[in-house]
């Protein structure tokens, strides 16, 4: 089993900078993926940010774009979450997800496409 375990939320202000990390243990994969998904209250599991381990390859949900970044610590098996200009909106619970890369394509968007989930951090935006 692979473990993810989320840290670095919080309660700021808006236009302030935050940065989440997951940090993975347990079973590797040659292979892999890993993205950030957040989750409002009332509001569905949506996607932010994912990258591909193996090329460095990301991908960002438009609302976020310009704003975050996914970078990555191959030597810590951490993947990061750097978010920028922060806005009300983007309160929410942020979860690290992964998954092998057994598919290559375009990193997956979907929650389904992820079978390894951390506990969430709470980040709160005050306007």
């Known amino acids: 089993q692979v473990q993810l375990v989320e840290s670095g939320g919080g309660l700021v202000q808006a236009g302030d900078s935050l940065r989440l990390s997951c940090a993975a243990s347990?079973?590797?994969?040659?292979?892999?993926?890993m993205g950030w998904f957040r989750q409002a209250p009332g509001k569905e599991r949506e996607f932010v940010a994912a990258i591909r381990w193996s090329n460095g390859g990301t991908r960002y949900a438009d609302s976020v774009k310009g704003r975050f970044t996914i970078p990555r610590d191959n030597n810590k098996n951490t993947v990061y979450l750097q978010m920028n200009s922060l806005k009300p909106e983007d309160t929410a619970v942020y979860f690290c997800?992964?998954?092998?890369?057994?598919?290559?394509?375009?990193?997956?968007?979907?929650?389904?496409?992820?079978?390894?989930w951390g506990k969430g951090t709470q980040v709160t935006v005050s306007s």
């Open positions: 347990g079973r590797t994969f040659s292979r892999y993926y």
């Open positions: 997800a992964g998954d092998s890369d057994t598919a290559g394509g375009v990193v997956p968007t979907s929650t389904r496409r992820y079978d390894y």
